[in-house]
């Protein structure tokens, strides 16, 4: 007999229903009220975190690609994780994060600090969308995924910053108990990441919370993470617990780590090779197909005008 081995974002089908039925109620009683089917209703809300088990996720047409998405088989067992490891095998490690409760501080210069579970953040920003983006290693790995979540602009919104904030310091949980990782002294902890204020407005900005339809797998940064496609993929940071506004440039986990190879910026640029390596092609996870790499990642569009005239800086490194 084939037994699947159940994936560790997967919770059990009977815990699903029982929490799907106690927090969505309201939508299931109108549903039978309607008439609809009750066993399709809850097949739809299988393994879907409560707070936007609400609607089906409606896909943003803006955002296409140019590739096949990637399997999920693929970008749910591949993964930088370093609280959990140096490989790219740390999907069972990752497991032992705790996402459950979830707590992020909003915070620094902002007319008024608050703590928010990340259920209720959800619904403060108006619930979520899915947008299909590429994702690119500074590594050279690549891949495609159709995220959910909504635009980090809509938590600067919510945040109201003093005019005097100048970047966006976002910060992964610190528990070296729960990531042994954590307990070693040459790395930099907490993991650091930051933006300009106005990248984190920009449109592409993204906050997700899901992955393929479903809550985004721990070892894929449950369960709040940030996607940043036209940046190397070290700037989209993991399981964030915090967003401070401020007047200083953070300084980032990578860059603390080793400023030469990993900076603030780290816009992708297939013409600006890594000081060990070059840049112009990326590896598709899940093929073996190497593909060039394109300009700010195939986002200048989006992004390109936000660094016009910033000729001093290390725009791609
Ligand atoms: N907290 C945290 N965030 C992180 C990392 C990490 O090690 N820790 N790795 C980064 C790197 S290098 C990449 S490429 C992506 C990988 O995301 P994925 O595992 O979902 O593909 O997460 C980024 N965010
Ligand atoms: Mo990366």
Not at 6 to 14: N, Q
Not at 37 to 49: D, E, F, T, V
Not at 247 to 275: C, I, M
Not at 277 to 293: H, I, K, M, N
């Amino acid at each position: 007999m084939l037994i699947r081995k159940r994936r560790g974002w997967e919770i059990p089908e009977s815990a699903a229903t029982e929490e799907a039925l106690f927090h969505d109620r309201r939508r299931l009683l109108k549903g039978v009220a309607a008439g609809s089917i009750l066993a399709s209703g809850l097949a739809g809300l299988r393994g879907i975190r409560p707070a936007f088990a609400e609607d089906a996720v409606t896909r943003n047409p803006r955002y296409t690609l140019d590739r096949p998405i990637t399997d999920a088989k693929y970008s749910t067992t591949y993964n930088n994780f370093y609280e959990f490891g140096p490989d790219k095998t740390v999907s069972d490690a990752a497991q032992a994060l705790k996402t459950e409760p979830w707590t992020i501080k909003i915070e620094g210069m902002v007319e008024k600090p608050i703590t928010i579970g990340v259920d209720d953040l959800l619904k403060r920003v108006g619930g979520t969308e899915e947008r299909l983006y590429r994702h690119r290693c500074v590594e050279t790995w690549s891949m495609a995924v159709p995220w959910t979540g909504f635009a980090l602009s809509k938590l600067v919104d919510m945040a109201k910053p003093l005019g005097s904030a100048t970047y966006l310091k976002m910060t992964t949980f610190m528990d070296p108990a729960m990531a042994p990782e954590q307990n070693k002294f040459f790395y930099p902890w907490p993991y650091v990441e930051g933006l300009t204020m106005a990248e984190a407005r920009n449109d592409l900005a993204f906050l997700v919370t899901g992955m393929y339809g479903k809550p985004v797998p721990k070892q894929d940064g449950a369960p709040l993470r940030l996607a940043v496609p036209w940046k190397y993929g070290f700037k989209s940071v993991k399981s964030i617990v915090s967003f401070e506004f401020t007047d200083k440039r953070p300084n980032t986990f990578w860059e603390a780590l080793q400023s030469s190879e990993y900076g603030f910026w780290a816009n992708v640029n297939p013409d600006v090779p890594h000081p060990r390596w070059s840049q112009a092609t990326e590896r598709v996870l899940g093929t073996d197909e190497r593909r060039p790499t394109l300009m700010w990642n195939g986002y200048g569009e989006y992004v390109a005008d936000m660094y016009k005239g910033l000729t001093k800086e290390r725009l791609f490194v």
